[in-house]
């Protein structure tokens, strides 16, 4: 099994994800393909995600039953604890600026 999510993805990956896998929904991929064919599909995520992001997760044969990775902009990145892969979240730099510009409104706001 495999799954990819990607969030603002251009519409020509997201054309080619449509020819591998099934679109569940909107941006929400899965497949069944072995190691090199979910290979060939993450290179071809990461190298046209844009400014987008994206998340693959498949079946491993490991203590969690699964792996993942992600590309692109995102404060989450995946971590290693002794071969377990958990979720990190990075610096608030690490998203792209339109989305800094929220918290500044909010922090900016007053309580009345």
């Not at 071809?44 to 792996?67: K, L």
């Not at 979240?89 to 510009?101: N, Q, R, V, W, Y």
Request: glycine fraction near 8%.
């Amino acid at each position: 099994m495999l799954v990819i999510v990607v969030e603002n993805a251009p519409p020509r990956l997201r054309g080619r994800l449509a020819v591998w896998l099934l679109e569940i929904r909107a941006g929400v991929y899965i497949g069944s393909y072995g190691k090199k064919v979910r290979h060939m599909i993450w290179q071809q995520v990461c190298a046209y995600i844009e400014n987008g992001n994206g998340v693959i997760a498949w079946s491993a044969p490991n203590d969690a039953g699964f792996e993942f990775d992600t590309c692109g902009a995102n404060r989450r990145v995946p971590v290693d604890f002794d071969d377990l892969k958990l979720v990190a979240f990075g610096p608030e730099s690490a998203l792209p600026s339109e989305m800094d510009i929220k918290p500044n409104l909010i922090k900016n706001a007053h309580i009345r």
